[in-house]
T-cell receptor, first 115, second 113 residues
Framework: NAGVMQNPRHLVRRRGQEARLRCSPMKGHSHVYWYRQLPEEGLKFMVY????????ESGMPKERFSAEFPKEGPSILRIQQVVRGDSAAYFC?????????????FGQGTRLTVV | GENVEQHPSTLSVQEGDSAVIKCTYSDSASNYFPWYKQELGKGPQLIIDIRSNVGEKKDQRIAVTLNKTAKHFSLHITETQPEDSAVYFC????????????FGRGTSLIVHP
């Protein structure tokens, strides 16, 4: 059973370009969470999704950022018109999501560098 | 919303010593408290967790304690080894609800051989 898979591991974008980060949850997991980690800082919640639904996006910047988790395929975090301040590590986690089995498992992250 | 404070931000110990990391949370409804270990260049890995119906849980050299009244919980690592060096994060959430773990800022543990 493969873990949470994120790709790419490293992504370099020029200012103004778009960044697309992908996350495939663990098999059987239908809940996905995206977090951003800046150097020397903790994990900041961005968005929580279930299949085809955004449950909570209270941590997402209002502009340029969007997320989806389609019925088929991975979850996508999209950052449009990237700026240098978007440089960070972006982590995806997945869980079964309900009842007692709510452990969240993280992927290896995508390290975005905006030049 | 939930707020999790974690201390210390950096902890340096000698191999074989014990290490303790402490966290406090604000939402009394939180009932699930996982701990994650993050090695350099990798994603956080769940190492142990505790639910609010127990006060302590142990797994080999690591243990967690929870004081619901005071709203704080701690990670204890005994007989530390160099490979324990990493950043450790505590988190708090409500199991079974809109599960969104809120994380502390992390503790960088350095174990000197």
């Amino acid at each position: 059973n493969a873990g949470v898979m994120q790709n790419p591991r490293h992504l370099v974008r020029r200012r103004g370009q778009e960044a697309r980060l992908r996350c495939s949850p663990m098999k059987g997991h239908s809940h996905v969470y995206w977090y951003r980690q800046l150097p020397e800082e903790g994990l900041k919640f961005m968005v929580y999704l279930q299949k085809e639904n955004i449950i909570d996006e209270s941590g997402m910047p209002k502009e340029r950022f969007s997320a989806e988790f389609p019925k088929e395929g991975p979850s996508i975090l999209r950052i449009q018109q990237v700026v240098r301040g978007d440089s960070a590590a972006y982590f995806c986690a997945s869980s079964v999501g309900t009842g007692e089995n709510t452990e969240a498992f993280f992927g290896q992250g995508t390290r975005l560098t905006v030049v | 919303g939930e707020n999790v404070e974690q201390h210390p931000s950096t902890l340096s110990v000698q191999e074989g010593d014990s290490a303790v990391i402490k966290c406090t949370y604000s939402d009394s409804a939180s009932n699930y408290f996982p701990w994650y270990k993050q090695e350099l260049g990798k994603g956080p890995q769940l190492i142990i967790d505790i639910r609010s119906n127990v006060g302590e849980k142990k797994d080999q050299r690591i243990a967690v304690t929870l004081n619901k009244t005071a709203k704080h919980f701690s990670l204890h690592i005994t007989e530390t080894q160099p490979e324990d060096s990493a950043v450790y994060f505590c988190a708090a959430t409500i199991s079974g609800g809109s599960y969104i773990p809120t994380f502390g800022r992390g503790t960088s543990l350095i174990v000197h051989p």
